[in-house]
């Protein structure tokens, strides 16, 4: 897999798509440097919704996350970054082969994966929250390119696609709708998030794999 490839998402100040470009090699440096900076535009928006006194259930659910003390460099990680117009976009890290994240769907119970272990897009892209106070989200496409890539990499390590993750409540209705990723329920050892996967038949329709 190349470290860089040419995508679209789209402007939706523009109406228009805009080229962007995945990177699939992203330095945990500039990850977390970016993550940092993401954080001070958060703060920024979370004290506008704050005057606003918007309800604490209507907050991003990542926004107390710490960057700094992400576990973003362990052996089987792989960090991406969606870049358009200058400033990333999106950022994902997902675990390849993990013993910990195994698949439990019941025609492939118990084998290797590709788990999602951060998915994120850039604040000034949160569409559900900012129009609660006053701004528009800038681009959107973002999470299903992250997503494609994710499924791409499964791919390209012999998972025939599947790719499995813990969705933050506000996510769940994108894992589930969008991407048509099954649910498996709370899980009790992790949070109580509720965990996903994607089926291979899924996952190749989800990129437009025939064979």
């Given at each position: 897999m190349s470290s860089q490839a040419k995508i679209h998402?789209?402007?939706?100040?523009?109406?228009?798509?805009?080229?962007?470009?995945?990177?699939?090699?992203?330095?945990?440096?500039?990850?977390?440097d970016v993550g940092v900076?993401?954080?001070?535009?958060?703060?920024?928006?979370?004290?506008?919704?704050?005057?606003?006194?918007l309800a604490p259930s209507l907050w991003p659910q990542y926004a107390h996350w710490r960057w700094?003390?992400?576990?973003?460099?362990?052996?089987?990680?792989?960090r991406f970054a969606i870049e358009c117009q200058g400033d990333i976009q999106g950022m994902m890290v997902v675990l390849v082969g993990s013993s910990r994240h195994l698949t439990r769907l019941k025609?492939?119970?118990?084998?290797?994966?590709?788990?999602?272990?951060y998915l994120l897009t850039a604040p000034w892209n949160l569409s559900s929250f900012l129009p609660l106070i006053g701004e528009r989200a800038r681009f959107k496409g973002v999470g299903?390119?992250?997503?494609?890539?994710?499924?791409?990499?499964s791919l390209d390590q012999g998972?025939?696609?599947?790719?499995?993750l813990h969705a933050l409540p506000?996510?769940?209705?994108?894992?589930?709708?969008?991407?048509?990723?099954?649910?498996?329920?709370?899980?009790?050892?992790?949070?109580?998030l509720r965990y996903f996967e994607m089926p291979v038949a899924q996952a190749k329709l989800f990129r437009g794999v025939t064979s």
């Open positions: 998402i789209y402007d939706i100040h523009a109406r228009d798509v805009a080229e962007a470009i995945l990177h699939s090699d992203f330095a945990a440096s500039d990850m977390r900076a993401w954080k001070r535009e958060l703060d920024r928006y979370m004290a506008d919704a704050k005057q606003r006194r700094d003390t992400k576990s973003i460099e362990a052996p089987e990680a792989r025609e492939q119970v118990g084998q290797e994966t590709v788990y999602v272990d299903p390119e992250l997503i494609g890539a994710a499924i791409d990499l998972y025939n696609g599947h790719i499995c506000q996510a769940e209705r994108f894992y589930g709708d969008a991407c048509r990723m099954v649910t498996q329920g709370p899980d009790w050892g992790y949070q109580d």
